[in-house]
């Protein structure tokens, strides 16, 4: 049982991180891979709300002297789950946000092509500088994406733990039930042979009665 508690903290371990690798990713985003992540994020969260309601149901199986600490440890896990999904919704606020700016300044930059050359270097400086920025964000981003291979194969391998163990349980379930069955019927044969045995003793002793009052009945008229 507390073999089955630690693979779901792992499993909502990898969840939370492909959590919080997404959300950083998305204020970098915009139209329909914008869109996709928050789709995936949306299903990471059920995912980990699922995972919390699976130990819960855990927790109640174990001893009391147990069930404190790990409710304890589950509670935190809510309160970490609660954070990210405020982080979640402040994320695609700034989203937003980020894509009315982004119009906004370049209507800004139409409006200064007839600027004078001063003003032209200085916007291209600005531009060497956002090139320079936009590369060190693609290249964070070429880490998320890794990261996000990574807790993926992770989360993979974990599942099919999870199939394996659910899989033993069952079949350990079955042979608990075979086991039953295989004692009752122990038991009724061993019920079976002391009747049998009862029996027999009752006709041994009945015969052993008729043989010796035949003896008697003999002896009694040879006098």
């Not at 994020?41 to 995972?51: G, I, M, R, V």
């Not at 001893?63 to 509670?75: F, G």
């Not at 609660?82 to 119009?103: C, M, P």
Request: with cysteine.
């Amino acid at each position: 049982m507390a073999a089955l508690i630690d693979v779901y903290e792992q499993q909502y371990a990898v969840i939370t991180a492909d959590i919080t690798s997404k959300i950083g990713r998305l204020s970098n985003l915009s139209g329909g891979e914008r869109r996709h992540v928050i789709s995936e994020l949306d299903k990471l969260f059920d995912e980990a709300k699922e995972l919390m309601e699976q130990m819960g149901l855990e927790v109640h199986e174990l001893k009391s002297s147990d069930q404190s600490k790990l409710k304890t440890r589950i509670e935190s896990y809510k309160a970490e789950l609660k954070r990210l999904e405020q982080e979640f919704s402040n994320a695609k606020k700034s989203s937003v946000n980020s894509q009315d700016g982004y119009s906004e300044r370049i209507e800004l930059y139409s409006e200064c092509v007839s600027l004078n050359e001063e003003q032209k270097q200085r916007l291209l400086d600005n531009a060497e500088t956002v090139e320079r920025t936009g590369k060190k964000l693609t290249a964070g981003y070429q880490v998320l994406l890794e990261t996000e291979d990574i807790g993926n194969q992770v989360l993979r391998d974990l599942h099919s733990q999870r199939e394996t163990i659910q899989k033993s349980r069952s079949r350990l379930r079955e042979t608990n039930a075979e086991l039953g069955r295989s004692n009752r019927i122990i038991n009724a044969m061993i019920n079976r042979s002391l009747q049998h045995r009862f029996l027999l003793t009752a006709i041994a002793i009945s015969f052993c009665l008729v043989v010796m009052i035949s003896i008697y009945i003999s002896a009694t008229r040879s006098r």
